[in-house]
């Protein structure tokens, strides 16, 4: 566990804190940090990364499936333990569990625990999640169009980028040295500027109230889940590297992209921000066990 620690999330945590203080001190737009990210960096991350990836298709579909699994499994299991909750309670709790972090915090991880291969095939994982943020998370946040939430959703570069490198690779296609590079230099600018702008949407938020709804939350999301990809990672057929990507992504903490909606949507922002704050700190002993044990 200590080398869990020392290799894999202390670096994470060294960029997510030089962001905190980053932010603390220079008072930097956040904003557009966060847009150079997912308009420019992550797509070319997803692009470059799936182009030259040597994993199987086979695998990539299994991660895909029961990583839709472990959304709905998730949401259901935490909707029906939350009824003492009111509606609008509920709905942050569900969309607390279902949004993970497998970005700014999911990336850089299974980078340093499972190297370039685990990292390759946890873009699987981000790229279905970022579809599920934008289009699952305000539906349960708030009743409303699924056709213009999916609209929103394809105007994200990061899907046309992420298909386009799947599509070179099957199709045995070669990128031009020239343009290869270019964008080999944004995606290798990825990684740091995720976690530095995990680290300056932490720092801009206050510390939590506590609560059973809170509480109840973080457990599910930290200690269920877990368990929950395990089952999963036995029933699609995982074994090896996807099983470790799977049961890695679901100790993931919840994605800041869950309360930005929730202000959006005026749900429950308070609650959603506070998920977000708890589940960031305590992913980090649960990350650790989880590598420590996939090893």
């Known amino acids: ?93 569900v969309a607390g569990v279902i949004t993970g972090n497998n970005g700014n915090f999911g990336l850089p991880i299974s980078l340093f625990a499972f190297g370039q291969a685990g990292l390759e095939l946890n873009l699987v994982v981000f790229t279905i999640s970022m579809f599920m943020t934008f289009v699952v998370t305000p539906s349960v946040l708030r009743d409303g169009s699924w056709r213009s939430r999916i609209k929103t959703v394809l105007t994200l570069p990061l899907i046309w980028a992420a298909l386009a490198g799947v599509l070179l690779n099957v199709l045995d ?59 999963l990672a036995w029933l699609v057929g995982a074994n090896g590297l996807e099983r470790g990507v799977l049961i890695l992504s679901s100790a993931m903490p919840t994605a800041i992209n869950a309360f930005l909606i929730a202000q959006e949507l005026k749900a429950d922002s308070k609650l959603l921000s506070g998920i977000v704050i708890l589940t960031t700190l305590f992913s980090i002993p649960v990350i650790a066990i989880v590598v420590t044990l996939l090893r």
């Not at 839709?68 to 309670?89: A, H, K, N, Y």
């Not at 995990?198 to 457990?219: C, D, F, M, N």
């Open 1 to 93: 566990m200590i080398n869990a620690l020392l290799e894999v999330i202390l670096p994470v945590l060294f960029v997510v804190l030089a962001g905190v203080a980053f932010g603390r001190f220079l008072k930097p737009d956040a904003q557009t940090i966060s847009k150079v990210t997912l308009y420019a960096l992550s797509p070319s991350l997803a692009f470059y990364s799936l182009a030259h990836t040597e994993a199987k298709l086979e695998s990539a579909v299994k991660i895909l499936l029961a990583y839709i699994l472990f959304v709905l499994i998730m949401g259901r299991v935490t909707w029906l333990s939350s009824r003492d909750q009111t509606d609008e309670t509920r709905r942050a709790m």
């Open 173 to 231: 296609l070669q990128i031009p040295t020239g343009f290869d590079r270019g964008i080999k230099l944004l995606a290798d600018a990825a990684v740091p500027m995720l976690l530095l702008s995990l680290g300056l949407q932490v720092g801009s938020s206050g510390l939590p109230t506590l609560s059973r709804a809170l509480i109840r939350t973080v457990a599910l999301r930290l200690i269920l889940g877990p368990f929950i990809a395990l089952f």
